[in-house]
């Protein structure tokens, strides 16, 4: 079945430790999104990607970095320039222009900074 | 700036109707969409509107009016499973979303 698989599901960090979310499609979409979800507030957009080798920062992206080697797999690492990491982080793709298409989420990943 | 309004919790009994609205200022339109979101889950998409009027689908329906920056989602015969955040985006004119906070909606039975 196609789909994304968002890796881990949840994780827990230390002040000052970088962390990877690994987001991985088989949809062979092109383009890749990471988003944050806070409680009461719509979701933001870190960073974005349309093709491979190419990403774009959002609207959040300081604290924040991506690649896109392959077009299956667009990671997210939090680093430490991060004030606030903790939250719930969605990835999705979409084969529309733009964000225009039905964007397909992964399940999520849940960060907590300890 | 773009903004996008929904009501932050609604209440409605099960096998009700329950009609959650959204507006809207954002900078250009090219469409507007719903996701159901279950809690500690991900989105899935529910409706694209771009056209004005009323799109039905199954048990849901979705309505935009561009004059009046509005759009609602209307769920009829209201199951438990139907508990849930539906959250309302709209596209702009760089085809970007924007995302509303969301609606959380209980369903008593």
């Known amino acids: 079945d196609g789909g994304i698989t968002q890796s881990p599901k949840y994780l827990f960090r230390k002040e000052g430790q970088n962390v990877t979310l690994s987001c991985e499609q088989n949809?062979?979409?092109?383009?890749m999104y990471w988003y944050r979800q806070d409680p009461g507030q719509g979701l933001r957009l870190i960073y974005y990607?349309?093709?491979?080798?190419?990403?774009q920062k959002g609207d959040i992206a300081e604290g924040y970095s991506v690649s896109r080697e392959k077009k299956e797999s667009f990671p997210l690492t939090v680093t430490s320039a991060q004030k606030n990491p903790t939250a719930f982080y969605l990835c999705?793709?979409?084969?529309?222009?733009?964000?225009?298409?039905?964007?397909?989420f992964g399940e999520g990943s849940r960060l907590t900074v300890l | 700036g773009q903004n996008i309004d929904q009501p932050t919790e609604m209440t409605a009994t099960e096998g009700a109707i329950v009609q959650i609205n959204c507006t809207y200022q954002?900078?250009?339109?090219?469409?507007l969409f719903w996701y159901q979101q279950h809690a500690g889950e991900a989105p899935t998409f529910l409706s694209y509107?771009?056209l004005d009027g009323l799109e039905e689908k199954g048990r849901f329906s979705s309505f935009l009016s561009r004059s009046k920056g509005y759009s609602y989602l209307l769920l009829k015969e209201l199951q438990m499973k139907d508990s849930a955040s539906y959250l309302c985006?709209?596209?702009?004119?760089?085809?970007?979303?924007?995302w509303g906070a969301g609606t959380k909606l209980i369903i008593k039975p």
């Open positions: 999705a793709s979409t084969s529309g222009e733009g964000q225009a298409g039905e964007l397909f």
């Open positions: 949809l062979n979409h092109d383009a």
């Open positions: 990607s349309q093709i491979v080798n190419d990403f």
């Open positions: 954002t900078s250009g339109f090219n469409g």
């Open positions: 509107n771009v």
């Open positions: 985006a709209v596209l702009d004119s760089n085809y970007q979303l924007i």
